[in-house]
């Protein structure tokens, strides 16, 4: 109550500020309620009456897409507004914020030439290289997020850019999350930092981009509920109260951590730079180029004590570390012609060290403590617009080094107008699998292993093809073929001992080839100030042995309202979400690895899950109100997101999202 109080007060007294001096809403065509004159920049005449607009306020991407800041508040808004910040329509969360999520749709494209440290079901919310933004913006702006979480903590994600020129840019951005969970040790507690900079000089020969990443997340491991059908799915008042469910580790507190830190650099000089007459578009240019990139990261899982659900202990309490240690430079050569299209030609040197604390030596084999190389690969990509055509295409092979692999990509697009394009993808990439499939090293006597005479590049080929239009809606379609598919599951060949059913988790290659097919659509149909937003995802597996589970449908359905309210001070938005997949064995989740694994003895799914929501906006102010799986108070209680680890229940949270400028 007290949290829909405060709802109510900050919304009267922005609709008090708004109706006394009602600003536009911004969008594309509106402009930033004050301007500022920029350092060094030369002021046009009457430079008081030049408006700046949200245009000015521009987002670049890894691969130097350029977007500009959306203050709109749209029905991806609401699917966006999480602890990801993206939308998760092919997600299935667990009860708490900044724990796992398993996966309802998968997706096997590589970027990266080499093999990651592991533990992927803590990375959901781990910014890689690639996806870090710059900024280049005409006054300082920020921007903050704000969510309740489930007892005793909140979300915050703050990003603040400003420039010292017109050609110099930083931003400094904080994600802090902690909360307590409703189940006993599951707390969830992040901190991600992140600073960049952008840079080119006057004539524009010379550019620079950098950041620095500091990125943790510490998660309580429960290991699970133990009695589903008796305290969770009875209904029993008693258990409503979920602290009163019985968990796996009651005994054992269990912790695992993941921390990061990242210092990258791309820098550029442009050798020769012409324009097109007196315009100042650019004719023909050649640069070189330099990327740089040094990272450090672990993953640690600690128990105070062993617990039989994982097998044997070597010692008396648990406390596994893996680390990874790289660092990468590429020396590029652009070449650019204004009808010949982009070239670039590029060599790259990595450095790698995964490495555990100890030598291991068992019965069967000695487990080394470390792998360490350096690999050099050559690359090459080309981009051309021709119109309303566009051609890409890149490949990486590895010239020397253990690690053998190489990535082909291929795209063409065609846009017939603003709102209607067709694109087509190929891509073929061989690689090793994650480090912890090859070397792993535990206190957990079954989680030791070294496969790395045994394990072969996985091989992905892949075709997509998008097609968007604005009256049939947007389609998509994959269709994947993999071979060296590498997966956790249990041993068969070992004995399950009740109690201990993860004891014999290991990493396995599937020898025989997997097609999955992956189709996608959506539609939204209007009607007045109602709308209906539709989603649906079909998928099949085309395999030998059941190694691969994926829902055949998963279907995201959103009846909503949208109109100007109080004199169109306020833009308001509220509607119900329905969510369902059809009930497949969904994978399980092993806290030592910090991995999913594949089982086929339970399925989930089959239930709906129900979100009603309302969402409004006032100037630059997005404030969201949500009642998550509101029909779990009236339903069945078989609600999981992975065997033992249940969904969400009924809760009711809210927010939002400001931006402010200067």
């Known amino acids: 109550m007290k949290y829909i109080l405060f709802v109510f007060l900050f919304l009267t007294s922005n609709f008090v500020a708004a109706q006394e001096n009602r600003p536009p809403r911004l969008n594309e065509n509106d402009s930033v309620p004050k301007r500022k004159k920029v350092k060094g920049q030369t002021a046009p005449p009457n430079a008081d009456q030049v408006e700046i607009t949200i245009k000015d306020y521009k ?40 724990q796992p999520y398993n996966k309802l749709g998968v997706s096997f494209e590589r970027q990266n030439l080499y093999p990651k440290l592991g533990a992927t079901a803590k990375h959901f919310n781990y910014a890689e290289m690639e996806d870090v933004n710059y900024y280049n913006v005409a006054t300082p702006m920020s921007d903050l997020l704000f969510k309740t979480t489930f007892d005793q903590g909140q979300l915050l994600d703050a990003l ?54 500091a990125q943790s997340a510490d998660t309580e491991e429960n290991g699970g509920i133990t009695n589903g059908e008796s305290q969770f799915e009875s209904g029993d008042p008693d258990f409503i109260d979920r602290v009163k469910v019985d968990v796996r580790f009651n005994n054992n507190v269990a912790d695992n951590r993941l921390l990061g830190k990242r210092y990258f650099l791309d820098h550029q000089y442009k050798l020769i730079k012409k324009r097109k007459d007196s315009s100042y578009q650019e004719k023909t240019s050649l640069a070189i180029g330099h990327q740089f990139n040094y990272e450090t990261k672990f993953s640690q899982f600690s128990q105070t004590s062993p617990n039989a659900y994982f097998g044997e202990s070597l010692l008396p309490a648990i406390s596994d570390r893996a680390s990874l240690k790289t660092m990468y430079n590429q020396v590029s050569l652009d070449f650019y012609n204004a009808t010949l299209g982009s070239l670039q030609a590029n060599l790259s040197m990595y450095n790698y060290n995964y490495f555990f604390n100890s030598l291991l030596i068992t019965e069967n084999q000695t487990i080394n403590n470390q792998l360490k190389g350096e690999e050099v690969a050559f690359g090459a990509t080309y981009r051309k617009q021709i119109g309303g055509f566009l051609v890409n295409g890149g490949v990486k092979y590895k010239l020397t080094g253990e690690l053998t692999g190489n990535i082909i990509d291929a795209s063409a697009e065609y846009r017939f107008n603003k709102n209607n394009k067709v694109k087509a993808i190929f891509h073929s990439s061989s690689r090793m699998p994650d480090f912890n499939y090859l070397l792993y090293q535990s206190d957990y006597l079954n989680y030791n292993w070294q496969n790395t005479d045994r394990f072969k590049n996985e091989r ?62 959506n539609k939204e149909f209007k009607v007045g100030s109602f709308a209906l937003n539709n989603t649906v995802m079909y998928q099949s597996v085309n395999q030998s042995n059941q190694v691969l589970n994926v829902p055949q449908l998963v279907t995201r359905n959103t009846l909503y309202f949208s109109a100007d309210i109080f004199k169109k001070a306020m833009f308001l938005q509220t509607g119900i979400t329905f969510k369902y997949f059809t009930p497949y064995n969904i ?76």
Do not use: C
């Open 460 to 521: 992905v080929n892949s075709l997509s093809g998008f097609l968007q239009t604005k009256t049939w809606g947007d389609l998509e379609f994959k269709l994947v073929n993999l071979d060296n598919y590498a997966y956790f599951t249990t041993d068969l060949s070992q004995a399950v001992v009740e109690g201990a059913e993860n004891a014999s988790i290991k990493p396995f290659q599937e020898t025989n080839s997997i097609q999955h097919l992956k189709v996608k659509y």
């Open 59 to 98: 987002i670049i991407s890894f691969a130097r897409d350029t977007t500009f800041l959306d203050t709109t508040l749209t029905i991806q808004k609401e699917y966006k507004y999480n602890y990801l910040r993206k939308d998760d329509f092919e997600l299935m969360p667990f009860a708490n914020i900044g």
């Open 587 to 662: 994978n399980g989740y092993n806290s030592v690895l910090g991995e999913f694994y594949v089982q086929n003895v339970e399925k989930i799914g089959g239930y709906p899950l129900f979100d009603f929501f309302i969402n409004a906006k006032v100037q630059q102010t997005r404030i969201f109100l949500k009642a998550e799986h509101f029909n779990s108070s009236f339903g069945t209680y078989n609600f999981y997101a992975a065997p033992n680890y249940p969904y969400r229940d009924f809760v009711i949270r809210f927010g939002l999202v400001w931006n402010f400028f200067s």
């Open 160 to 213: 603040l850019t400003f420039n010292m020129s017109r050609r110099l840019n930083f931003s400094v951005a904080y994600e802090g999350l902690r909360s307590l969970g409703k189940y006993q040790f599951d707390q969830g507690e992040s901190g991600n930092f992140k600073a960049t900079t952008n840079y080119i000089t006057r004539n524009g020969r010379y550019s620079l981009r950098a950041h620095i990443a």
